[in-house]
């Protein structure tokens, strides 16, 4: 049976390490807990009032969550909550126009940035969420060697699907030269614009 | 007719809103739609739900697309959502439920 409780902040608190996760409706998202510690959520009245069941799992909160807070004895701490409340995506851009701009631009031996991506598709460079997404599904549509081409604009690697390891193997059999920190060293490469 | 995707979270949250049977809680729609957690339990759903379940939710085509457009933009902004695509699936093929009783 849900408990129905007053939106806005919403506290758990996992008291056994049987409770393993919060589980997020409508969205269907997983949020794993730790045992002992409390929780607060910050909840949006795009639902109304919100509720809260306990199955064998964990807590299931019906309601728009667009925050997880962890609070301990050192103050709270944002949990990686990967609600893009505040994004938008652009309506027209497919993740096939990207895979053509990538063949076109970014050959053997050479990388792009998300940033850059984000400026060619959404005319500002900060859209990494949208970004990421883009490129998850040209990962999914098989363009796996094009997309092992974006990096971050640290030159760290992009952790797709299939993990850094390979991307890394790829990139350096591509002759993409790499610090001994694991990023591309942007002194000896510099990354392809998309926007020329 | 059409529903326009939503191009961003706040607008996902207001398609859904707005797409609840009249009278039914969001719980209320998650437990009886059963479509579990994750993107397998939604799909198999898909062998099991009914026209007639979704006529005792309440659940209208329209609302059923419509949540369908919901979940397609969330796979968009949260790419590593767990539950999306399966779901898309799920109210897909509610949508065809309808269409197959005229």
């Known amino acids: 049976m849900a408990t129905t409780v007053t939106p806005q902040l919403v506290r758990l608190q996992n008291k056994t390490a049987k409770l393993q996760q919060v589980w997020l409706e409508p969205l269907g998202e997983r949020v794993p807990l730790q045992p002992?510690?409390?929780?607060?959520?910050?909840?949006?009245?795009?639902?109304?009032?919100?509720?809260?069941?306990?199955?064998?799992?964990?807590?299931?909160?019906?309601?728009?969550?667009?925050?997880?807070?962890?609070?301990?004895?050192?103050?709270?701490?944002?949990?990686?909550?990967?609600?893009?409340?505040d994004r938008s995506i652009a309506p027209s851009l497919d993740w096939h126009e990207l895979v053509s701009i990538l063949v076109d631009r970014v050959p053997v031996g050479c990388v792009t940035t998300y940033a850059e991506v984000s400026r060619w598709g959404y005319g500002v460079p900060n859209r990494n969420q949208p970004v990421r997404a883009l490129l998850v599904r040209a990962w999914n549509g098989g363009h796996r060697t094009l997309t092992n081409r974006v990096v971050k604009a640290d030159g760290s690697l992009a952790a797709l699907p299939g993990g850094m390891d390979q991307q890394r193997?790829?990139?350096?059999?591509?002759?993409?030269?790499?610090?001994?920190?694991?990023?591309?060293?942007?002194?000896?490469?510099?990354?392809?614009?998309?926007?020329? | 007719m059409a529903t326009s995707t939503p191009r961003s979270m706040v607008e996902v949250a207001e398609l859904m809103r707005r797409s609840l049977p009249a009278g039914i809680s969001l719980s209320q729609f998650g437990t009886r739609?059963?479509?579990?957690?994750?993107?397998?339990?939604?799909?198999?759903?898909?062998?099991?739900?009914?026209?007639?379940?979704?006529?005792?939710?309440?659940?209208?085509?329209?609302?059923?697309?419509d949540w369908a457009v919901a979940y397609e933009?969330?796979?968009?902004?949260?790419?590593?959502?767990?539950?999306?695509?399966?779901?898309?699936?799920?109210?897909?093929?509610?949508?065809?439920?309808?269409?197959?009783?005229g």
Not at chain 1, 67 to 75: F, M, Q, S, Y
């Open chain 1, 36 to 85: 002992n510690v409390l929780y607060e959520l910050s909840v949006s009245d795009e639902f109304g009032n919100v509720e809260i069941d306990l199955d064998d799992d964990g807590f299931v909160v019906y309601g728009w969550v667009t925050r997880i807070e962890r609070v301990d004895d050192e103050g709270s701490t944002c949990l990686e909550w990967r609600l893009p409340v």
């Open chain 2, 73 to 101: 933009a969330v796979e968009k902004l949260m790419p590593e959502n767990p539950s999306a695509a399966g779901r898309v699936e799920l109210m897909r093929h509610a949508v065809k439920l309808f269409v197959s009783i």
């Open chain 2, 33 to 65: 739609m059963r479509w579990g957690r994750g993107n397998d339990d939604a799909r198999q759903r898909i062998a099991t739900l009914t026209r007639e379940e979704l006529e005792a939710i309440g659940l209208t085509k329209q609302q059923a697309e």
């Open chain 1, 169 to 196: 193997k790829q990139l350096v059999s591509e002759g993409v030269p790499f610090k001994d920190s694991g990023k591309v060293d942007f002194t000896r490469i510099t990354p392809v614009s998309l926007m020329n």
